[in-house]
């Protein structure tokens, strides 16, 4: 069983930036392809950014450019680093862990593990 702890999550005027981390524990860190979701309110669950164990990025196309993930395997933590923060960058984002071939790297259903979530809001 894997266990996800976000941090970094706050309140940042537009045009900031934020830095999120995600500590893990349980399981073999290395293994796990990981990565970052956001939900707004009324809104689905939409990708951020993942990682592949190879350290393989990919991103939404809503964030691409601003936005960078990344993993120290050392550590056990991945890093979602936050550029030029928009008004619409406002929800709560989840970490999450997924084995490997588990399928899409977009979709929910591909990751096991979730973390509570931590709120990043961004005023304009």
């Known amino acids: 069983q894997v266990q996800l702890v976000e941090s970094g999550g706050g309140l940042v005027q537009a045009g900031g930036s934020l830095r999120l981390s995600c500590a893990a524990s349980?399981?073999?860190?290395?293994?796990?392809?990981m990565g970052w979701f956001r939900q707004a309110p009324g809104k689905a669950r939409d990708i951020v950014a993942a990682?592949?164990?190879?350290?393989?990025?990919y991103y939404g196309d809503s964030v691409k450019g601003r936005f960078t993930i990344s993993r120290d395997n050392a550590k056990n933590t991945v890093y979602l680093q936050m550029l030029s923060l928009k008004p619409e960058d406002t929800a709560v984002y989840y970490c999450?862990?997924?084995?490997?071939?588990?399928?899409?790297?977009?979709?929910?259903?591909?990751?096991?593990?979730w973390g509570q979530g931590t709120q990043v809001t961004v005023s304009s």
């Open positions: 999450v862990a997924g084995v490997p071939l588990s399928g899409s790297l977009y979709s929910t259903g591909s990751y096991q593990y």
């Open positions: 349980g399981g073999t860190f290395s293994n796990y392809r």
């Open positions: 990682i592949r164990s190879g350290a393989t990025t």
